[in-house]
């Protein structure tokens, strides 16, 4: 399981100071976190390498009382994939959210919030089941610590909470795809092959490997226009191998189209000319 960064910033302030003990039942504040967006209600795609930044804007209420200033005081979005109290892997900013005060009352303060959740596909993403629906949390944490031991005495507290379902995000693999028209140049009226591969990340191995039995369109443009259109459905084969055949028509582009799936992104190859003669 993957730790969120201020869990883990509290569990290695507790490791420094070689305490174990159990963390302090101090008093949560009452956060409210409501109109929780995350990546502009889209999927987030990850490839195998490029980190992904993902904004994230929110309302926090919190109590007049309470200053969070990410120093001791820390609140803040976070992905959780399974339970909230042992999730599967966990997902949050790490920095800190900049909050603009909307609203007071006597006893509230609102805020108009927003973030970045960075997401390093070698670091965070990490088994197949990560391409799956996420859901969304607000996390309050505090650090209460006195390390000066020259009074021979040293303490250590810490208070965190987390408020899970505030929403919900898909997390999906990248596909890639390519297109190959020939041979080239063509005889009007002979007969064009069309490969391509659909590959999509393996956050396991590191690489792209072949996504089999995924239909993918087969497009053609013509030279002279800007539209393609939809010539033929074909099936990926071993390794997400393409091929098809066409009759040569006019000189144009041809390209394959995968939709995506709930795990996978979509994925356009570059359309490959083919010169008809």
């Known amino acids: 399981m993957r730790k969120l960064a201020i869990g883990a910033a509290l569990t290695g302030a507790l490791a420094l100071t070689g305490l174990a003990a159990p963390l302090a039942q101090a008093a949560t504040p009452a956060l409210v976190f409501s109109g929780v967006t995350v990546n502009k209600g889209k999927a987030i795609v990850v490839g195998t390498t490029a980190t ?8 926090l209420t919190r109590p007049s009382d309470v200053t969070i200033d990410n120093k001791t005081t ?3 979005i976070m992905l959780y994939r399974g339970g909230l109290s042992d999730s599967d892997n966990e997902l949050d900013a790490g920095m800190s959210p900049t909050c603009t005060t909307t609203a007071t009352t006597d006893t509230t303060v609102t805020e108009a919030c927003s973030d970045t959740i960075t997401i390093d596909p070698g670091d965070s993403l990490y088994e197949t089941a ?15 610590a006195d390390l000066d031991d020259s009074d021979d005495q040293i303490s250590y507290s810490t208070d965190f909470a987390a408020w899970g379902n505030k929403g919900k995000v ?14 080239e140049p063509v005889k009007k009226g002979k007969t064009i092959t069309v490969t391509g591969k659909l590959t999509r990340a393996d956050w396991e191995r590191g690489t792209y490997t072949g996504y089999v039995s995924q239909p993918a369109k087969l497009q053609f ?11 033929k459905t074909v099936t990926t084969g071993t390794s997400g191998a393409l091929t098809t055949t066409v009759k040569a028509a006019q000189d144009g582009y041809f390209r394959y189209v995968f939709a995506g799936t709930s795990t996978t992104g979509a994925a356009t190859a570059a359309g490959d000319f083919i010169d008809v003669k």
Not at 131 to 142: D, E, F, K, L, S
Not at 170 to 183: D, E, F, G, H, V
């Open 52 to 59: 992904v930044k993902v904004p994230v804007t929110y309302t």
């Open 74 to 76: 820390f609140a803040g």
């Open 130 to 144: 990560d391409a799956t629906t996420w859901n969304v949390a607000g996390i309050y944490a505090h650090i209460d």
């Open 170 to 183: 898909k997390i999906q693999r990248a596909a890639k795809l390519t297109a190959n028209a020939s041979p």
């Open 221 to 231: 443009r013509a030279k002279s226009s800007s539209t393609y259109t939809t010539v």
